[in-house]
């Protein structure tokens, strides 16, 4: 293989390939198909674009989103590579005429969605491009196991078959269970030899989950990291406007997105986050696929998603860039009913239903576990891995209170209400309230009522949330769940088992910086005057270094990381007067 790294370095100013880059890159040269899995952030692009740079005719790239080509697109194109995508949002004329800027080589990437290869006449087109190299985002689109199929990935190994046999394929996922990878390869027809993957493990993730006072929670997280770009996600619409109006209303800078909102209203949400303009996005899942902002902080799950495929995916979208970040689950086990029904309603086959269900219940595990998060999470993609000593699990020091006391109180109560009552009514029995309801039922005879006197309704309700969370008591479906003992809540009243509980923490996650803020309020100001996001100009990991190593001259600043030489002419200027400046006030 020609040595590639000169033209890393100048293009995108990487000096050395991250894991599985180079793996994957040689079997392109091999003219082998290979598929790549890595996890988010890990640098799946590299592996095609720069191949199609080095390559003499055209690596066409196909890819699920109409938004993430555009962002790619105007990537590259920052670093001055010339590319183009092709989708149903474009004019015939423009679309006649970037197929005709490939045909005479003018293109190196064109990007084009799976639904155009459905078109026979698209096909014919593509005949007469001299393309070297096929490369397939997200090609776990393609299995029915996967959590995201796209029919019209089923087009692609037809497309393939019309190839001329010198071009290459290479195929890239993040979220590939063993099951849904073998099935890729399957159906691309890639021998199991080819596959390149490296550690599913994000080294700069934190996994935390957090189970109790969730609203209480975010807006304390949101406080202490003001300014800090991050996305929480919700399960449903209904949910999303909640937040979005509770923490607007706490003077929070937050957007939102859901396909309930008009087209326009969505993008501009969207165009506001990726522009730094509102920090926080409030989303569900339709939002963030194809989102390439590469400096969220954050990810906080307000709700637990369906499957530990999405959360991966989702919770990934925190520190693309390399830099510490939060990927963080909020559990309240009501949620769960949400996900159960949603498969209800999925008209799926039965045994699609019942697969659904597993995934969830793997996901509820997540929560429960003790064990450290993230290896919970690799296990599951059928990778072993010692503890990452940064999740909440791994890193919990917190001091430990015991409440078996407290919890054999509680877990009484409920056992002579008979099993059939909701935390409220419980704790008001417990609290000794007067409320009708108790006298109704005669529950002021209990020997329970009034044991808990000291105890706020609202505190007490929210611990009996966490034995909930916790697995001590089960809740009935629907939205006012009663309480019923689990086993291990009928150990802990028989004294088998002690019960312990640690109070949530909010971690700040960026220390502040004064030339760190200048260096991003200049970018943002170049950002504003080119209408591109932030992040194309320079990535946050960026910034951080340039901060830290203060370049001096053009020499030391190509020798930042994420510096190419078309950056370098660009913004290098600008960026060390500002640089200068601040040392000579400092
Ligand atoms: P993925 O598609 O796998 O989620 P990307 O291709 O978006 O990841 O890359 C994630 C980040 O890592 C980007 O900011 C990218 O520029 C950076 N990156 C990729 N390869 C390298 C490398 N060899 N050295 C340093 N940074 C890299």
């Known amino acids: 293989m020609q040595n590639l790294i000169p033209l890393l370095e100048k293009t995108f100013g990487y000096r050395s390939f991250r894991p599985g880059q180079q793996a994957i890159i040689e079997k392109i040269f091999e003219k082998k198909p290979v598929l790549g899995i890595m996890p988010t952030g890990g640098g799946k692009s590299i592996c095609y674009q720069l191949p199609a740079l080095a390559l003499p005719g055209v690596t066409l790239v196909i890819s699920p989103l109409i938004a993430l080509m555009k962002d790619q697109v105007d990537s590259l194109q920052e670093m001055g590579i010339a590319a183009a995508y092709i989708n149903s949002s474009l004019s015939q004329e423009q679309w006649q005429q ?7 080589g003018e293109l190196k990437l064109l990007y084009v969605a799976p639904e155009r290869l459905e078109a026979a006449s698209f096909q014919q087109l593509l005949e007469s491009l001299p393309i070297d190299l096929v490369a397939i985002d997200e090609a776990h689109c393609i299995s029915q196991w996967g959590h995201d199929f796209r029919p019209s990935y089923l087009k692609i190994p037809e497309l393939l078959q019309g190839l001329p046999a010198s071009a290459s394929v290479v195929a890239l996922t993040a979220t590939a269970t063993p099951k849904v990878a073998d099935d890729i390869c399957q159906l691309l027809k890639i021998p199991a030899e080819n596959r390149v993957q490296t550690g599913f493990a994000r080294e700069n993730l934190a996994f935390e989950v957090v189970k109790e006072q969730k609203d209480l929670y975010l807006q304390e997280y949101l406080k202490l990291n003001k300014g800090q770009a991050g996305i929480i996600y919700a399960a449903t619409r209904k949910e999303v406007d909640r937040l979005f109006y509770i923490l607007k209303d706490g003077g929070f800078s937050v957007g939102r997105y859901h396909g309930g909102l008009s087209e326009a209203e969505r993008s501009s949400n969207q165009e506001a986050f990726l522009f730094d303009q509102r920090t926080v996005m409030i989303a569900t899942n339709a939002f963030g696929m194809g989102i390439n902002k590469s400096n969220v902080r954050f990810v906080i799950h307000d709700q637990i998603p369906g499957n530990l495929e999405s959360y991966y995916q989702e919770a990934g979208r925190a520190g693309r860039d390399g830099l510490s970040s939060e990927a963080v689950l909020l559990f309240a086990p009501q949620d769960i009913q949400v996900q159960k029904f949603f498969i209800e309603q999925s008209q799926g086959t039965i045994a699609y239903q019942q697969q659904e269900y ?28 010692g503890d990452c000593g940064r999740c909440s699990n791994c890193l919990d020091q917190r001091e430990q209170v015991e409440i078996t006391l407290e919890t054999q109180k509680i877990l009484s109560c409920i056992k002579r209400m008979g099993e059939r009552f909701g935390k409220g009514l419980v704790a008001q029995v417990l609290t000794g309230s007067k409320n009708q309801k108790v006298l109704q039922w005669h529950f002021e005879t209990l020997p329970t009522y009034g044991l808990m006197k000291d105890w706020g309704q609202k505190e007490l309700t929210q611990l009996i949330d966490y034995l909930t969370a916790e697995g001590y008591l089960i809740p009935s479906d629907g939205q006012f769940p009663t309480l019923k003992l689990a086993n291990s809540g009928v150990e802990v009243l028989k004294g088998q088992r002690k019960v312990y509980r640690r109070q949530a923490q909010v971690r700040q996650l960026v220390a502040d910086d004064a030339l760190f803020e200048r260096l991003r309020e ?10 591109l996001p932030p992040y194309m100009i320079f990535s946050d990991k960026t910034l951080r270094e340039l901060a830290d190593k203060q370049p001096q001259n053009s020499l030391e600043f190509l020798a930042i990381n994420g510096v190419g030489q078309n950056k370098l002419d660009k913004y290098g200027a600008v960026f060390i007067d500002l640089i200068q400046q601040s040392s000579q006030t400092e």
């Open 358 to 385: 597993l995934k969830l219940r793997e996901m509820e595990q997540y929560a429960h576990t003790q064990g450290c998060l993230q290896c919970y999470i690799l296990h599951y993609f059928g990778e072993e891995a």
């Open 522 to 531: 200049l970018r943002s100001d170049l950002a504003q005057q080119q209408k």
């Open 98 to 104: 970037r197929m005709q800027q490939a045909r005479n």
